[in-house]
């Protein structure tokens, strides 16, 4: 598996999984049927935003990551990222290696810390990776989130300083 920074022809590695994700609804704040266009736009173009690919030998995306300022101007020293792993490929590390590689490139571009404002306090194997890596759950939101199996469900604020070894 090879992690390298996304080009523009890698969208089309990266639409199916993302949509199937976006579909379910068990992890991401999107609509259900948001469309590739307005998908493409949000996971490809944050400003002042990196994305990333996981691929595999033959060249298929296997995972991605997108990296970006949690907040404009004085909150821009803190990054933030979204990660999707295709189901296919689940359970294989990538989604770790994603996470370490990320990790590393916020360190390296700068920022101080990293904070996801909203990790669903369903999606445990994402929170028990966050937390192996050294990430503290802030706060919950109390039913902040409505899924569509579990109903209404707390978003975790998770935080971890960068340069430096997870405690």
Same mark, same amino acid.
């Given at each position: 598996?090879?992690?390298?920074?996304?080009?523009?022809?890698?969208?089309?590695?990266?639409?199916?999984?993302?949509?199937?994700?976006?579909?379910?609804?068990?992890?991401?704040?999107?609509?259900?049927?948001?469309?590739?266009?307005?998908?493409?736009?949000?996971?490809?173009?944050?400003?002042?935003?990196?994305?990333?690919?996981?691929?595999?030998?033959?060249?298929?995306?296997?995972?991605? !990551?997108?990296?970006? @300022?949690?907040?404009?101007?004085? $909150?821009? #020293? &803190?990054?933030?990222?979204?990660?999707?792993?295709? %189901? =296919?490929?689940?359970?294989?590390?990538?989604?770790?290696?994603?996470?370490?590689?990320?990790?590393?490139?916020?360190?390296?571009?700068?920022?101080?810390?990293?904070?996801?404002?909203?990790?669903?306090?369903?999606?445990?194997?994402?929170?028990?990776?966050?937390?192996?890596?050294?990430?503290?759950?802030?706060?919950?939101?109390?039913? !902040?989130?409505?899924? @569509?199996?579990?109903?209404?469900? $707390?978003? #975790? &604020?998770?935080?971890?300083?960068?340069?430096?070894? %997870? =405690?």
């Amino acid at each position: 598996m090879l992690i390298r920074d996304a080009r523009g022809d890698d969208w089309s590695g990266i639409w199916p999984f993302l949509r199937e994700i976006v579909a379910a609804g068990e992890t991401y704040c999107w609509p259900p049927d948001t469309s590739e266009e307005d998908a493409r736009v949000w996971w490809m173009g944050k400003a002042g935003g990196r994305v990333f690919v996981a691929v595999d030998e033959a060249g298929s995306v296997l995972g991605t !990551a997108e990296l970006h @300022p949690n907040q404009p101007a004085a $909150g821009s #020293h &803190i990054a933030n990222a979204g990660f999707m792993i295709a %189901p =296919s490929a689940a359970g294989r590390g990538i989604g770790r290696a994603l996470a370490a590689h990320v990790l590393d490139e916020a360190a390296h571009d700068g920022y101080r810390a990293m904070q996801f404002n909203a990790v669903v306090e369903t999606n445990a194997g994402a929170i028990a990776l966050w937390q192996s890596l050294g990430f503290r759950i802030l706060a919950t939101v109390s039913e !902040a989130f409505d899924s @569509p199996t579990r109903g209404l469900v $707390g978003l #975790h &604020i998770m935080h971890r300083m960068l340069g430096r070894s %997870p =405690s």
